[in-house]
């Protein structure tokens, strides 16, 4: 039996590549040309933005009725996919804000890749609201500004909170991400051989010069920003449950709501950059920098989440029991043995069942099984979303009113076509910027760090 | 160019604990004008090189309250003076709901001015230029080598004490820097004819966009802005019902309720025979007949009916209303007369009910009472 010594933390960076070996390895894919694999993934991709951009065009043009919405299921795909993507996102910001606040090592190799991801998700759930509105070309009104009509936005309307909540996340996610970009483009600058390239870089690194009189400002810029982004992620997920929370409807009244969405957004997120990293690590040689370890702290942050998650959907049976409310009641038993018993239970197996394999240590370490498991988790929250907006409207309190939604081959094709936007960037960004910081890397490295001797 | 200006000395180092220590060495012998150039950043650096802490936080804490509050008054403001809206009687000043907004809108400026006070204090924004840039000092550095460089502006530079001060450190490579020529010669470019067309363009070109985008191609289809719909507007022609018309004409001879029709149509004479006042001479009814007197004939007739236009002039005046020929019609002749018009007097059949107009006779009657009243009155 091998026994782990605890008192040394793990190496970060495996194998003790040189200085010049990092810069080299993680700014290759921005010097080859794309390979055929590539072209092929974009190709994919793109057909699936395609075929979500005639799904727009129809809707646009024919309106919403092109979708399954129907009296008493207002919010249908729209919504669900807004805050399926929008906790995709989550995962980005908290590697790069919390555990850098927290001074996790490890998240130093996943952290700008994260946060490429983040701010894809954001950009793919912003979409949303505007494509559920029906008319995007009115989506002006809801930013407030002085108009000639005197009118105001409703500021005590959490969809107006959203608002403010998803367009302050992007942007200072993008900030964020930015500001951690800058030394890498100066590293890219000063080995750029292309007049272009060498022009771009320069215009982007913003005269960087890796003096230690901007590293310390710079330092304490980052600090700060991780310090506004961390309770800024928390509430972002959690104005985002306010949009169910403050209406009256049984299975969406409730406080357990933030808490409850902020660990499911946290979830998925996980799961998908872990998905995708165990791409980009075996594509691109990362193995050694985006290391097995570093997986299996992602697969416990999983397993953690997931258990919570687990947690807010018994919690909500209890709380139905003990309100004795009997609207409430009827929901939830109507949530696991209604019509849509289905979609709950792919949900109860995918978010609360197959995480918890991640116990066993194989599992947690072995990538194919990992892989299939972060897949279901995103099925699985995909399915919370649609089970919390659908089942709770297609039932409420009149049963005269009750109908039954069913999707659309529009609905899919616009959910279809979200996948192929994020991806798309994705994509993009892979072969344009470094999806791992070069700066942040070699700082992990053995040896990296003065030994102090002379104390 | 003739002679090369001295930038500064520079230094390379292979190790951390080196360049800590190099550091350390050049602050004690008095240096000021230095720098440090690290692939990333060195741990207890700025210990090393006794800086400041940086007062970057500040800007974020003094931003941040003053979007805080300023959000709070606004919200205030908005919510209890601009535009109340009463919902459920909840309170005008809700606090718990401004929290949301007001949070985000306090990280949202403080994390944007944070930042923007880095470039433009820190990094000298827009300025990009330096020497150190593309040179091979700076090509090391930001691979895999930490750099130090003494600039020649330092009151105690002498690039002999400066090199060998390098050289006891275990320097890998000393190199000067010098201004290259394109710095030298540096001319702002702001004022150049080619960067004033380009801005004049972009403007054209970004508010000539705006404009078709926001009142040309937002009213093209699908763009719908309710002004189109697919129903029947009530004026226009459509073959729906069969009338050519797009709504329902009544069957002839149909009489809304309250409209029956006039029966003493050019018949003054009959008109005063035979109608009767229908109203009372009670107070409530003379107020009426009086605001709609005031209204309607007073702008001809003159307030005391005595005939004194408020239009001076630019319309016929009429007659008093206080003559024999008037005193002596009856309340139907003077109802008639309202309704139909009179020589050059419109009808006011469409402005003024019937029962307004009953009303206005009455008042008529009490101001031509008042200008000929009768000894019984007096008392």
Redesign the interface.
């Known amino acids: 039996m091998t026994t782990i010594d605890y008192s040394q933390e793990l190496p970060v960076v495996e194998g003790r590549p040189?200085?010049?070996e990092i810069?080299e390895l993680i700014a290759k894919p921005l010097d080859t040309k794309p390979d055929k694999k590539y072209y092929i993934a974009l190709a994919i991709t793109l057909t699936m933005l395609l075929i979500g951009v005639i799904g727009l065009g129809l809707t646009?043009?024919y309106g919403v009725g092109m979708w399954g919405n129907n009296n008493p299921v207002g919010w249908g795909f729209p919504i669900v996919n807004f805050v399926f993507w929008v906790g995709i996102g989550h995962a980005g910001t908290l590697i790069s804000a919390i555990l850098f606040l927290f001074r996790q090592k490890w998240r130093n190799g996943i952290a700008r890749f994260a946060e490429g991801m983040t701010i894809f998700a954001v950009m793919t759930a912003g979409l949303f609201p505007l494509i559920h509105v029906g008319?995007p070309?009115l989506a002006g009104y809801l930013i407030p500004y002085p108009n000639q009509h005197?009118?105001?936005v409703?500021?005590?309307s959490?969809l107006?909170?959203d608002v403010?909540?998803v367009s302050?996340y992007f942007?200072?996610s993008f900030?964020?991400w930015y500001?951690g970009l800058i030394?890498d483009l100066?590293?890219l600058r000063?080995?750029a051989t292309s007049k272009i390239k060498k022009t771009i870089y320069?215009?982007f690194s913003?005269?960087?010069?890796?003096?230690?009189?901007?590293?310390?400002?710079?330092?304490?810029?980052y600090l700060?920003?991780a310090g506004?982004?961390t309770?800024?992620v928390l509430?972002v997920h959690t104005?985002v449950s306010?949009d169910f929370a403050v209406s009256i409807l049984p299975g969406w009244h409730s406080t357990i709501f933030p808490p409850y969405f902020v660990a499911g957004a946290v979830f998925s997120g996980f799961a998908m950059v872990q998905n995708v990293l165990i791409f980009i690590r075996k594509i691109f040689n990362y193995e050694h920098i985006i290391t097995l370890d570093t997986l299996e702290k992602m697969n416990k942050i999983i397993i953690l989440t997931g258990s919570m998650v687990g947690y807010a959907y018994a919690m909500e049976f209890f709380t139905a029991w003990y309100s004795g409310v009997q609207p409430e009641q009827f929901t939830f038993i109507n949530r696991a043995f209604g019509p849509y018993a289905w979609a709950y239970w792919i949900m109860v197996s995918c978010n609360v069942l197959f995480p918890q394999l991640f116990w066993i240590k194989k599992i947690r370490r072995s990538i194919p099984i990992m892989f299939v498991i972060a897949v279901l988790v995103n099925v699985g929250m995909w399915f919370e979303r649609f089970v919390i907006t659908v089942t709770s409207l297609s039932r409420d309190f009149l049963p005269s009113s009750w109908a039954y939604f069913k999707p659309t081959l529009v609905d899919g094709a616009i959910l279809l076509g979200s996948f192929g936007f994020f991806f798309t960037w994705i994509l993009l960004f892979t072969k344009s910027l470094p999806v791992v910081s070069?700066?942040?890397i070699?700082?992990v490295v053995p040896?990296?760090?003065?030994?102090?001797?002379e104390h | 160019m003739s002679e090369k200006i001295l930038y500064s000395y520079t230094a390379l180092f292979d190790t951390?604990?080196q360049?800590?220590k190099a550091?350390k060495k050049v602050k004690e012998e008095g240096y000021t004008k230095y720098?440090?150039?690290?692939?990333?950043?060195?741990?207890?650096?700025?210990a090393a090189?006794e800086?400041k802490?940086?007062l970057?936080?500040y800007v974020?804490l003094v931003v941040g309250l003053t979007a805080a509050i300023s959000m709070i008054i606004f919200?205030w403001w908005?919510?209890t003076i601009?535009?109340p809206?009463n919902?459920g009687g909840k309170p005008f000043f809700?606090l718990p709901?401004?929290i949301?907004?007001t949070?985000?809108?306090t990280?949202?400026s403080?994390?944007?001015a944070?930042?923007v006070a880095?470039?433009f204090f820190?990094?000298?924004?827009p300025?990009?230029?330096?020497p150190?840039?593309d040179t091979d000092y700076?090509?090391r550095?930001?691979?895999?080598k930490y750099g130090i460089s003494i600039q020649a502006e330092d009151p105690l530079f002498e690039a002999e004490k400066v090199k060998s001060l390098f050289n006891s450190l275990g320097a890998s490579s000393i190199t000067p820097i010098y201004y290259s020529d394109e710095l030298v010669n540096f001319k702002p470019k702001i004022l150049e004819p080619k960067f004033i067309s380009f801005l004049i363009i972009l403007f054209i070109v970004v508010s000539g966009a705006t404009y078709i985008t926001l009142n040309k191609l937002?009213f093209l289809p699908?763009?719908?802005w309710m002004m189109v719909q697919d129903k029947v507007i009530a004026q226009k022609t459509s073959d729906f019902f069969g009338g050519g018309s797009g709504m329902l004409t009544p069957v002839k001879g149909t009489v809304a309720r309250g409209f029956l029709p006039y029966k003493f149509d050019k018949k003054p004479e009959l008109a005063a025979k035979e109608l009767v006042n229908p109203l009372m001479p009670v107070k409530k009814n003379i107020e009426l007949g009086k605001t709609k007197f005031n209204i309607y004939c007073s702008p001809c007739h003159g307030y005391h009916a005595e005939g004194k236009s408020r239009l001076r002039g630019q319309f016929p005046i009429p007659p008093s209303l206080h003559s024999d020929k008037v005193r002596n019609w009856s309340d139907g002749r003077i109802y008639h007369v309202i309704t139909e018009g009179q020589n050059v007097m419109p009808s006011y059949a469409h402005q003024l009910s019937r029962q307004e107009r009953w009303a206005i006779v009455l008042y008529i009657r009490a101001l031509q009472r008042s200008l000929n009243a009768k000894e019984s009155d007096l008392q």
Do not use: C
């Not at chain 1, 040896?447 to 001797?453: D, N």
């Open positions: 040189t200085l010049q810069n646009f043009y008319r070309w005197s009118l105001w409703d500021f005590n959490p107006v909170w403010f909540a302050t942007t200072v900030i964020f500001v030394p100066a590293t000063d080995r320069s215009i913003l005269g960087w010069r890796h003096s230690n009189r901007h590293w310390q400002h710079y330092e304490m810029v700060v920003l506004f982004a309770p800024l509430s104005i306010f070069i700066a942040e070699k700082s040896g990296a760090q003065p030994s102090h001797e | 951390p604990n360049i800590i550091a720098d440090v150039n690290t692939p990333y950043p060195i741990h207890g650096m700025d090189m800086l802490p940086s970057l936080p974020a919200l908005q919510n601009d535009y809206l919902i809700a709901a401004y949301p907004v949070f985000e809108v990280v949202l403080a994390s944007i944070t930042v880095m470039l820190v990094f000298k924004f300025n990009n230029v330096h150190l840039h700076m090509k550095v930001s691979v895999d937002l699908p763009y719908s």
